[in-house]
């Protein structure tokens, strides 16, 4: 559980970093020295996983699923620090609407389309939305970090998007399980004697 905590521990600082750690090349070396440190802890909380579950099936596939949520809570994390920021500091301009760009959806099941928007005196911005409401030109109001940290944004409004505290939530969720089957592992991984051999010995 310790490995855990410090895994954990090692995704907040990388999302820190990447968000609003400091500038230039300071940025990234914090940035490297997390996720070196993220994936030294996962690889030995994985390596004990692994060995508590010894041959047994039932235990190498709690561990195998429990790693690939820590991979998924890696980018959840990221995701929440980045939009609670948005939220915390971000200020609504009305944006003008320059370009529109169809593009595949990240599980290659649809098209969504990519609007590109120019902010008089914030640079411009990417929104993606699933439908193609908005138009060429169109004036849209739009939540932005207006100290240029992030060039993400949204729609004022956008009820489809994922909520700060929604994402915390699934954030917590996948920490839960990777917990949880942390302690299934430990609890049934005890190795079972020998065939034939007394477990009185």
């Not at 709690?62 to 959840?76: E, P, Q, R, S």
Request: aromatic share 6%; net charge negative.
């Amino acid at each position: 559980m310790v490995l855990l905590a410090l895994f954990a521990a090692a995704v907040f600082g990388m999302s820190w970093a990447i968000a609003d750690g400091p500038d230039g090349i300071q940025r990234w070396a914090l940035i490297l020295v997390f996720i070196v440190a993220g994936l030294v802890v996962m690889g030995l909380w994985m390596a004990l996983l692994l060995a508590g579950a010894g041959a047994r099936t039932v235990g190498l596939g709690i561990a195998v699923v429990a790693g690939v949520v820590a991979l998924i809570f890696a980018g959840t994390v990221p995701a929440w620090y980045s939009e609670r920021l948005l939220h915390e500091r971000g200020r609504v301009a009305t944006c003008r609407v320059v370009a529109i760009t169809e593009v595949e959806t990240m599980n290659g099941s649809g098209t969504a389309y990519r609007y590109r928007l120019a902010c008089d005196g914030s640079g411009t911005f990417w929104v993606t939305r699933s439908d193609r409401t908005l138009r060429v030109n169109q004036g849209v109001p739009v939540r932005h970090d207006p100290e240029g940290r992030s060039d993400e944004a949204e729609l004022v409004g956008d009820t489809a998007r994922m909520k700060p505290q929604d994402i915390a939530w699934t954030a917590g969720a996948e920490l839960g399980l990777m917990a949880l089957a942390s302690l299934v592992v430990i609890a049934t991984g005890r190795p079972e004697p020998p065939e034939g051999t007394d477990p009185a010995d």
